[in-house]
């Protein structure tokens, strides 16, 4: 019988009921071909699936879980919220607490507002920048993701149109014309589209480290340049560090680089596991926001009590261990070193981009820096690696286009068994 039996039965079932058996895409394992798998508990650094299979986890519930799974003094603080009731549609303390600390924590936050997820973040962050300049047009990055909103998932259009054309059914063509497509890392795209659309770009938003075509990091002088033609322009920069918030230092990339965006989108790690998203910026753009301003935006369960109590939680463990981050990146270069070198010794072509403790193996020779040269990248190569690594308990994302995310839970141990099982995978 297969060593995860219960979890093909179970996605089978799903099957039935639930659109590809999933409620998120990504988590089908489409990409790497293969049964996903169904996870019933996590601790620490380890997954256990429905049949009782142990992993490492290196995708931490696509980052939330920076400091692993069932972290004590999270699981405190959301049964002790629990034990109060779970909504009630009020304002409440924690959320007063919450945004006191996001400000403390994030450079460029003045004022905050709480919803449920990334998309909604970035949705909302876009209407705002609208409302604020009064401008229709938003300019976005080619491989990078911003969550399901419609103004985001657009695909490049040709050269010479350069307006963007829906990249799923349902979004509309219309929409589709306000959403402009520039290249990672190549100001001299995004200088073209700002000389052709003079004075009707709203927003720039941006990934200020890729992390939806694999971990891709900003070369020097890119945030730099997009800051400088946004104060030029009255363009709003958006920092969409939905991703890189909380994961790469207490104040994300914007700290790491020393760039203040405009606005910031937040999620994942702000939530501590449970659904929260925010964006957040300067007083005199946020104060447009309903009900102080005239652009509206609400959410039935924005600033959840349970909710704020984990992601509280999350961000005070965060903020209280000064040397966190610095421990976190030590033990992502372990894990890279060890890698490279053997991937090296093996003569296997390949570029390892990290930043902090997100991280991505592409089977190419070439340097990866935008989404071309990342899906140039052996995929087929990489879905062995990864059934490679599965099979040897290390649970990666399934797919070339996500970053690895390293919890804090991980140890020495788990590095030497991270880098015993890639060297049996990369044989396979
Ligand atoms: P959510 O709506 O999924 O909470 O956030 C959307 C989002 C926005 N911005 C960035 C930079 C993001 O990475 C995301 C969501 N990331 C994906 C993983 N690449 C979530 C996983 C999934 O879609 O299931």
Known sequence: MSRIATSIELFQQGNKYIPGGVNSPVRAFKSVGGSPLFMKSGKGAYLHDEDGNAYID?????????????HPSIQEAVKTAVDEGLSFGTPGRREVEMAELIVEMVPSIEKVR??????????????????????????????????????????????????????????????????????????????????????????????????????????SGFLEGLRTYCDRENIVLIFDEVMTGFRLSPGGAQELYGVSPDLTTLGKIIGGGMPVGAYGGKKEIMSLVSPEGPVYQAGTLSGNPVAMAAGLAMLRELKSDELFYDRLAE???????????????????????????MYSLFFTGEKVIDFS???????????????????????????????????????????????????????K
């Open 331 to 357: 033990m992502t270069g372990k894990i890279v070193k060890g890698l490279g070198e053997m991937l090296d010794d093996s003569n296997i072509p390949h570029q390892i981009n990290q930043v902090g403790s």
């Open 58 to 70: 290196m995708i931490n519930s696509w980052g939330p879980m920076i400091l692993g799974h069932a």
């Open 373 to 427: 040269t990342a899906k140039r990248a052996d995929t087929r190569r990489f879905g062995m690696y990864f059934h490679g690594m599965l099979e040897e308990g290390i649970y990666l994302p399934p797919s070339q286009f996500e970053s690895v995310f390293v919890s804090g839970a991980i140890g020495n141990e788990e590095v030497e068994k991270i880098l015993q099982a890639s060297a049996k995978a990369l044989k």
């Open 114 to 219: 709480m919803v449920n997820s990334g998309t909604e973040a970035t949705m909302s962050a876009v209407r705002l920048a609208r409302g604020y300049t009064g401008k229709e047009k938003i300019i976005k990055f080619e491989g990078c993701y911003h969550g399901h909103g419609d103004s985001f998932l657009i695909a490049a259009g040709s050269g010479a149109a350069t307006m963007g054309v829906p990249d799923s059914p349902g979004v509309t063509v219309g929409t589709a014309r306000d959403t402009l497509t520039a290249v990672y890392n190549d100001l001299k795209s995004v200088e073209r589209l700002l000389e052709e659309n003079r004075g009707k770009i709203a927003a720039i938003i941006v990934e200020p480290v890729g992390g939806n075509m694999g971990c891709v990091p900003p070369e």
